[in-house]
């Protein structure tokens, strides 16, 4: 049975593509592979050939890059 999580359960199922993240973060997506060769990169996971992040790993990958 299907339940109606509502718009938060929503964002957190979402999946961002990597030229998503690069508008998102204003950085070429070249950069991002970079960062994700080096481990610098949230969660991710490989749908056939496509890079997939979920919304609520990408959101706490930036929250731990901020600065005091």
Do not use: N
């Not at 970079?34 to 949230?42: A, L, T, Y």
């Amino acid at each position: 049975m299907a339940t109606d999580r509502g718009r938060a359960g929503a964002a957190q199922d979402e999946w961002m593509t990597i030229d998503e993240i690069s508008v998102e973060l204003k950085i070429p997506p070249a950069t991002l592979y970079v960062w994700k060769g080096k481990g610098d990169f949230p969660r991710w996971m490989r749908v056939g050939k496509h890079i997939r992040v979920r919304r609520i790993d990408f959101d706490e990958w930036v929250e731990a890059k901020l600065v005091d």
